[in-house]
């Protein structure tokens, strides 16, 4: 992770720092979990309530523009019924959002793009990708 960092510019012991703080993120972000029981019950994970509604309960998001986008040509406004699977998890996440800095956030997403986009970069950049798979995964090209 480092590496990749450095290699977009980053001092190496700044770099580290950042990476710990993106990993720490991530670990929480995994750790947020449903349990089993609830995940199986329909009447448990299934949620109808209003897009006004869902604005309210998990405000980390701006839902009004998503939900638009995502239904064009459909008109949608807040009285809209959505039905919202995992509740729980999304407010769970949306606490996990707030309660981080922005710098985080914006590395963590930073880093997903370039990793994700790795393979179309030079050859250090992909070099650094596959070791990172390697020692994360086990896995080689």
């Known amino acids: 992770m480092v590496q990749l960092g450095v290699l977009l510019g980053g001092e190496e012991n700044n770099t580290r720092q950042q990476m710990q703080e993106i990993l720490d993120f991530e670990t929480a972000l995994a750790n947020i979990t449903i349990p089993q029981e609830k995940r199986r019950d329909e009447e448990l994970i299934y949620h109808k309530i209003t897009a006004g509604e869902l604005k309210d309960l998990i405000p980390s998001v701006d839902w009004m523009p998503l939900l638009q986008t995502a239904f064009r040509p459909v008109e949608i406004n807040e009285t809209e019924p959505v039905v919202v699977y995992a509740k729980e998890y999304l407010m769970q996440v949306s606490g996990l959002i ?44």
Do not use: C, H, P
């Open 98 to 141: 707030y309660a981080t800095d922005e710098r985080i956030l914006n590395n963590y997403m930073i880093w997903n793009v370039v990793r994700k986009t790795s393979a179309l970069l030079d050859q250090r950049f992909q070099d650094v990708e596959e070791k990172f798979l390697e020692v994360m995964y086990g896995t080689k090209k």
